[in-house]
């Protein structure tokens, strides 16, 4: 049984659907990376999950329970976080303020977790009392990331992550990505910088026209000679 499980999904905002039958489906040890042309639908199939926009055909489950279509607000409770890839931190709350709205649904005591979160990012623990909109691109990412991790989650889905940071950020958030996996919490994310993510991906989806291209582990698909030349620049 696959901790997360898309299975035919059709879905978009209205007119004609930008999701026309993705599959998608990881372990709870997984990355997934999503890579794909401008307009794949890699975006769309995160939001599909979350419950951001209604799934028209196909099914989605969740640890073996079925989530179609359900809010964000039920999504949390159960288990998965989202990281969008814009306006994903309260620019005028503190770091802290930041974090500490990531364990809204949380009844017991967050100092540990919160902790974890600060060791996690040592940055951040020095920022902890300034307001998040004063942080650089790649800090914020990191207070968007920390607050995802503050619910506990057994899935955290990234959308673009990378997007806009220097090379340095980029390098420190996909380490982050690899250690949180360590620690049980299984990723899948959309990313731009394809090669680089599916190097460390355990599975890799290729998609284009809102379908399933190619399907693989992230050494499978750099490897493939049509995905290197198609999608990854040769």
Known sequence: MYLIEVKDVVAGYGGAPILNGVNIAIDQSDIGVIVGPNGAG????LKAIFGLLKVSQGSINFAGEPITN??????VPRGLSFVPQEKNVFTSMTVQENLEMGAFIRRDDITGTLEE????????????????????GGQRQ?????????????LLMLDEPSAGLSPRYVIEIFETIVRVNAEGVAILM???????ALAF??????????????????AE????????????GG
Not at 117 to 136: C, H, N, T, W, Y
């Open 70 to 75: 359900s809010l964000p607000d039920k999504l």
């Open 42 to 45: 890699k975006s769309t199939t």
């Open 142 to 154: 990191m207070v968007a990331m920390g607050r995802a991790l503050m619910s506990k989650p057994r």
């Open 201 to 218: 991906a355990s599975k890799g989806f290729v998609l284009a026209g809102g379908q399933n291209r190619f399907t693989g582990t992230g």
């Open 190 to 196: 959309v990313e731009q910088n394809a090669r680089q």
């Open 117 to 136: 979160i600060f060791d996690m990012f040592p940055v951040l623990a020095e920022k902890r009392r300034q307001p998040a909109g004063e942080l650089s």
């Open 221 to 232: 698909l750099i490897a493939d000679p049509e995905v290197a030349k198609s999608f990854l």
